[in-house]
Structures are given as C-alpha cells and as structure tokens.
C-alpha cells in the first residue's frame, strides 16, 4: 500500500494550495480517503473526509468553507483544495485511506 501526497509548500496568507494524494495497493473506490494535519506537540486532527463514491463529504469546522476535498476514482487520487489559507493553516498533512492506511505527509507553511 502507498499514500504519496504532493503539492504543499509555502504559501502567503490568503492564498491557495491544492494538495494530492496518489493511492495505491487497495481499492480506492470502496473506500473512505481523508485529509489530516498535524502540528508540533498537539495531536493529529481530521481535515476532511470523503465518501467512496465522491458524494458524501464533512469538514472541521476550522476549514468549512475554505476548503474542499474531492477524489477522482479513475485515478485513484484524492486532492485537497485549500483556499483563503491562514497562518494556523500551517501543518503537515496527511492523507489517509480507509481510517488505516496513512501517507508520509506534505507540508504547508503559510507565512507572509
């Protein structure tokens, strides 16, 4: 199994990232896929998670409105669309498959 994010990076307050996570060694369409983020000394916490058809999806309420995960199954690639980012945006994020299996991380900083 492998969970390969990319596309974080540094990003100035108010801007945009999209992040993906490229999945393989399971079957990514039966599955719920997920975003997490983790910062120094606190815990890991849930971004986002989407259904395995595409059609369900839920949010911390830190990132609603903000933020939108979607997937494309074809592909096997969840992605996280991040907008009007904010300096406690900044974490490393995870992807995760399944409410098991998890990626090695992307960070993003936002900082002016």
């Known amino acids: 199994v492998q969970l390969v994010e990319s596309g974080g990076g540094l990003v100035q307050p108010g801007g945009s990232l999209k992040l993906s996570c490229a999945a393989s060694?399971?079957?990514?369409?039966?599955?719920?896929m997920s975003w997490h983020r983790q910062t120094p000394g606190k815990e890991r916490e849930l971004v986002a998670v989407?259904?395995?058809?595409?059609?369900?999806?839920a949010y911390a309420d830190s990132v609603k409105g903000r933020f939108t995960i979607s997937r494309d199954n074809a592909e096997n690639t969840v992605y996280l669309q991040m907008n009007s980012l904010k300096p406690e945006d900044s974490a490393v994020y995870y992807c995760?498959?399944?409410?098991?299996?998890w990626g090695q991380g992307t960070r993003v900083t936002v900082a002016s």
């Open positions: 060694g399971f079957t990514f369409s039966s599955v719920d």
């Open positions: 989407i259904g395995s058809d595409g059609r369900s999806t």
């Open positions: 995760n498959g399944d409410w098991y299996y």
